[in-house]
T-cell receptor, first 116, second 111 residues
Framework: ETGVTQTPRHLVMGMTNKKSLKCEQHLGHNAMYWYKQSAKKPLELMFVYNFKEQTENNSVPSRFSPECPNSSHLFLHLHTLQPEDSALYLC???????????????FGSGTQLSVL | KNQVEQSPQSLIILEGKNCTLQCNYTVSPFSNLRWYKQDTGRGPVSLTIMTFSENTKSNGRYTATLDADTKQSSLHITASQLSDSASYICVVSGKNNDMRFGAGTRLTVKP
């Protein structure tokens, strides 16, 4: 176990649904991330939070809405998604000493999302 | 063009054989390079980190090399096992706090 837990592991939703992905880390880290992983493509950084503050939004469409209530929890709220949003969504954490970037990332197992 | 290019895209080898995965990057100024292993259905797990002054680093049967002059890194796997079947991802961090991911090499080890 990496110390980062994501739920649910699998999610199927229609384009008009609203759902949320949850991430929790038990490592005492201060930086948390959302990544999107599509087949045969590099991981795409979506959001970065450092000490609960959003430090990066990588031009992500507004249908993805992150929430970080504390340093241990991270959510990704989904609404009116498109079929092309189907992918593996990975949460990660790091110590957060350097603003988070360049540090060793600890990943959860991801949520495999299918948008119908 | 991605600043981190990995090759080959996929590789099939027989159990017990060695293999080498390549990572070329253009990220500059360079801070560090990490190799991650991603098993199917799991998130990536860090294998090793290379900094500017390091040429070679081993982690069990995994040996990473770095040539900062040519901006190339390799991951050599010795005496492969079935459990080595996974995707291997190269991640390069720059001193400007940017972090670039390669698309990964999908390794399959067959009995």
């Amino acid at each position: 176990e990496t110390g980062v837990t994501q739920t649910p592991r699998h999610l199927v939703m229609g384009m008009t649904n609203k759902k949320s992905l949850k991430c929790e880390q038990h490592l005492g880290h201060n930086a948390m991330y959302w990544y999107k992983q599509s087949a045969k493509k590099p991981l795409e950084l979506m959001f970065v939070y450092n000490f609960k503050e959003q430090t990066e939004n990588n031009s992500v469409p507004s249908r993805f809405s992150p929430e970080c209530p504390n340093s241990s929890h991270l959510f990704l709220h989904l609404h009116t998604l498109q079929p092309e949003d189907s992918a593996l969504y990975l949460c990660a954490s790091s110590q957060g000493r350097t603003g988070g970037r360049g540090e060793k990332l600890f990943f959860g197992s991801g949520t495999q999302l299918s948008v119908l | 063009k991605n600043q981190v290019e990995q090759s080959p895209q996929s590789l099939i080898i027989l159990e017990g054989k060695n293999c080498t995965l390549q990572c070329n990057y253009t990220v500059s100024p360079f801070s560090n390079l990490r190799w991650y292993k991603q098993d199917t259905g799991r998130g990536p797990v860090s294998l090793t980190i290379m900094t500017f002054s390091e040429n070679t680093k081993s982690n069990g049967r995994y040996t990473a090399t770095l040539d900062a002059d040519t901006k190339q890194s390799s991951l050599h796997i010795t005496a492969s096992q079935l459990s080595d079947s996974a995707s291997y991802i190269c991640v390069v961090s720059g001193k400007n706090n940017d972090m670039r991911f390669g698309a990964g090499t999908r390794l399959t080890v067959k009995p």
